[in-house]
């Protein structure tokens, strides 16, 4: 099954918290010198138009990276992930809206090493022409999971993954608890950075406890929910699952976060006290 497509859903409030954990785990690693290597497990097209009947059918990205466009941002992370959207949008026009391959693509340097696999018919051709003359590159029509067995470990000894499935179908997260704990053997030195939808509080907590029960150390929640949890469709937030996570992370978005969730919030997410609305930096396992 492959009907979902992220141009429907790009630049939203999960592809902020997404991509602001994202940038700011990629800021660290890019302090050292020596080469990385970013995997994208479910990439997408790449890029996206906000103009695009997709992208105007949903307006999500009006609830999302539409209200933080004109914003200037005090805190660190938020400064730079804003800065890379506006240098896809030189003329101060909000057109485009970066997945996350090309985030990475625009912050890594010639020698750090691109991988990212994507199974739909029509996204993947259009992400692969984006690194078609890039070296250190591999861009595969591939299975998220079959990518981990064929691409890790990596000939570079650091690195991020990056895994955010479609969770279409009831069994993707044991697909991707398996998954992980594949790649986790393979590269246990990188970090992990999982995705997940807040739809229902419950199915959400059991997905955190069956990552935990991997037996996995050293794991960072993210979580924000500009909308209150409940039951049924719809999503009310989301987070991110974050493995060997760089020791500033942590602090970094509880920063970010404060700043942040106020301005993505609905106004039944706020409290009655006016602060912000659920978000939340805990964590899960110790090293």
Not at 36 to 62: F, I, M, R
Not at 140 to 159: C, I, S, T
Request: with cysteine; aromatic share 10%.
């Amino acid at each position: 099954m492959l009907s979902y497509r992220h141009s429907y859903h790009a630049g939203n409030h999960a592809d902020v918290l997404k991509h602001l954990v994202q940038v700011a785990i990629l800021d660290y690693l890019l302090q050292k010198d020596k080469p990385l290597c970013y995997h994208d497990s479910h990439a997408g097209a790449g890029l996206y138009s906000l103009a695009s009947e997709q992208a105007q059918k949903t307006a999500e990205y009006q609830q999302g990276i539409g209200r933080l466009w004109q914003y200037q941002a005090k805190s660190a992370a938020l400064g730079r992930y804003l800065s890379l959207i506006h240098s896809l949008n030189p003329d101060n026009t909000l057109a485009f809206y970066p997945g996350s391959p090309k985030i990475a693509s625009l912050m890594l340097r010639p020698q750090d090493v691109i991988q990212a696999t994507e199974l739909h018919p029509t996204d993947y051709p259009i992400l692969a022409s984006q690194f078609a003359r890039r070296r250190h590159s591999r861009i595969e029509n591939m299975d998220a999971y079959a990518g981990f067995k064929a691409m890790l470990p990596p000939l570079v000894k650091r690195g991020l993954v990056l895994i955010d499935p479609p969770y279409e179908l009831k069994n993707e997260y044991n697909d991707l608890v398996a998954g992980l704990q594949e790649a986790y053997r393979r590269f246990p030195q990188a970090t992990y950075a999982i995705w997940y939808p807040v739809i229902e509080r419950p199915a959400a907590e059991a997905f955190i406890t069956a990552i935990v029960g991997t037996g996995i150390k050293n794991q960072l929640r993210i979580e924000y929910c500009p909308c209150p949890d409940k039951a049924g469709f719809g999503m009310s937030g989301s987070g991110m699952l974050v493995i060997n996570p760089p020791y500033t992370l942590a602090d970094t978005m509880r920063d970010a976060l404060t700043e942040l969730a106020p301005m993505l919030a609905t106004n039944t997410s706020v409290n009655s006290d006016n602060t912000a609305p659920l978000w939340q930096v805990s964590q899960l396992v110790g090293e």
